[in-house]
């Protein structure tokens, strides 16, 4: 079932940064990368794969609470309100450092050491 669809999909098409939240021993984590990023390297239809430079408190985070969550937000997608729309995103995640989509992300992005593969279960327009 596609969960990144439609006017959620827009928003990811077309925004500049993405927040990432985790959860860890002190409480939240937030870290970001580039929406020009994400859009690289393909938006799937329940998937999103972002590089992962440093992010070593993010990956531990991950390791002991996969959960996940991301904004995404635009201007230039016409919103519930008038311009502009964001959209949380939820699910779980994990940074891989070998295989197919690792070295995907590492030709493209030399200086990545994996990738963070979040796998989207929920996306919620924010109002």
């Known amino acids: 079932m596609a969960i990144i669809e439609g ?3 827009e928003v990811c098409e077309a925004s500049e940064f993405v927040t990432i939240v985790t959860s860890g021993d ?3 984590h937030v870290v970001g990368n580039w929406g020009d990023y994400m859009r690289a390297l393909g938006i799937g ?3 999103i794969v972002l590089p992962a430079g440093r992010y070593r408190q993010t990956e531990q985070n991950l390791r002991q609470r996969s959960r996940v969550q991301l904004l995404v937000a635009s201007k230039k997608v016409q919103g519930t309100r008038g311009p502009g729309q964001g959209y949380l995103i939820v ?3 994990e940074v891989v450092s070998t295989g197919e989509i690792a070295e995907r992300v590492k030709a493209q ?3 990545a050491r994996g990738a963070l593969v979040i796998h989207v279960e929920q996306a919620t327009a924010q109002l």
């Open 45 to 47: 239809a329940d998937t």
């Open 91 to 93: 699910g779980t995640a």
């Open 7 to 9: 006017n959620c999909r």
């Open 26 to 28: 002190d409480g939240p």
């Open 109 to 111: 992005f030399p200086w």
